[in-house]
């Protein structure tokens, strides 16, 4: 079923769920964005994203009718400027008593340069010896620790940053893998390898309990890993079991890609799920990452707004802005001081978007329906969608693919 054509938004915040449509008359399709490709046993599969303006978010639509039916088989795992990075898992061998999944990288190419339409391409697979098996295995890399960055006109990195204890110096060490790449040719010629190293992470003995790692020079001979803290969370460390803490956090990149900000909502009951507690709120804080002078892998976190859950409610209407805690926050791209974010009805299990305007506390724009409550859900198409929410309550993935495509084709 093709999507209704309609101009393309600047940047979209992509839903990490994959919606998955083997049915030529469930599959939505958008031909402005489609591409289809094939993994290395051969079966063909065709994506499309469906993409909308925020605060409204895009959807990555798959048809993989050779694939294995199970329900995590795909994944969105990163972006960057005209590019996008899809994981496929494939059942292979199953001449062993649980078979082989073969983890398979492919970029998703919007090129405004070219007369193509969007187009696939596989990377290569990324192996490991297994010992217990004797043979070479895929490597497979957790979805949130792997990053795609652009280089120049078309080169481009994929890595993943991992955290590993060396029993040899009894120290915190990073492994990275690395492949470089071009997006304008496909490199048959074997020239593309992944590349490992490990690396030492400076730390403080408790850093490691809450922060990011950066790396800094993946393109050059000696890339650089530092450990960076998040700014310190009061309700954390009063609350050193909070759960699900992620859902309150983002790090996020705006203004165009110069700027990381941190977005922390604290909650005043000291809850971690569930209905906010009477005559409580919240504090929203956003802190933006800067280098220190004459310190290429020093960091520092500066203040820059802070927002209450009473000055919201005063600026703006219950039906403008609902009387619900607000999660899993993102910056615009664009625009730092938009801030976009889902209201979670706990007692109704219903989920709604909203952008909000840090600087005078209004809300921009119309409240959205991300999810209908399970109930009503469970009898749309979005069935899958709403099963899985919100027990696996992931971020959305911000993207810029969309102004790079080639419209005059």
Request: glycine fraction near 6%; charge should be negative.
């Amino acid at each position: 079923m093709a999507a209704a054509a309609a101009a393309l938004p600047n940047w979209v915040m992509l839903e990490r769920f994959v919606f998955r449509r083997d049915d030529p008359n469930s599959f939505r399709e958008d031909r402005r964005t489609s591409a289809a490709c094939s993994t290395s046993t051969g079966a063909r599969f065709d994506v499309s994203f469906v993409l909308a303006e925020p605060h409204t978010p895009s959807r990555l639509y798959l048809s993989w009718p050779e694939g294995p039916k199970d329900e995590w088989v795909c994944y969105l795992v990163a972006a960057h400027r005209d590019l996008v990075l899809l994981r496929l898992d494939s059942l292979v061998d199953e001449s062993q008593p649980f078979g082989e999944v073969r983890h398979e990288y492919f970029i998703y190419i919007a090129d405004p340069t070219s007369q193509i339409p969007p187009l696939l391409r596989p990377l290569p697979q990324c192996m490991e010896h297994d010992s217990d098996l004797g043979r070479p295995l895929t490597f497979a890399f957790s979805p949130r620790a792997v990053g795609l960055l652009c280089h120049g006109e078309d080169e481009f990195a994929v890595a993943y940053l991992g955290v590993w204890w060396s029993h040899v110096t009894s120290e915190m060490e990073a492994e990275l893998w690395v492949l470089r790449s071009s997006s304008s040719c496909c490199r048959d010629d074997g020239a593309e390898n992944w590349e490992k190293q490990r690396l030492p992470i400076p730390y403080e003995e408790d850093d490691h309990l809450d922060g990011i790692l950066v790396c800094d020079g993946i393109f050059g001979e000696s890339p650089k890993v530092a450990y960076i803290r998040f700014p310190v969370d009061t309700f954390v460390r009063d609350n050193p079991r909070r759960i699900r803490k992620e859902l309150y956090r983002s790090l996020c990149v705006t203004d165009c890609g110069s700027r990381l900000v941190f977005v922390d909502v604290a909650r005043h009951d000291g809850t971690g799920l569930g209905s906010m507690a009477p005559g409580t709120g919240f504090t929203m804080t956003f802190q933006t990452l800067e280098m220190a002078e004459n310190d290429m892998m020093q960091y520092q976190w500066i203040e820059d707004a802070v927002v209450t859950s009473d000055q919201l409610w005063a600026a703006n209407t219950p039906s403008r802005l609902p009387r619900e805690v607000m999660i899993i926050p993102l910056v615009s791209m664009d625009v730092p001081n938009i801030v976009h974010v889902v209201l979670f009805g706990w007692e109704i299990g219903s989920f709604l978007l909203v952008a909000i305007d840090s600087s005078d506390k209004q809300v921009l724009g119309s409240v959205v329906t991300y999810i209908e409550s399970s109930e009503q859900g469970l009898s749309t198409d979005d069935a899958d969608l709403v099963r899985a929410k919100p027990t696996s309550f992931t971020h959305f993935l911000p993207s810029e693919f969309p102004k790079f495509l080639n419209l005059t084709r």
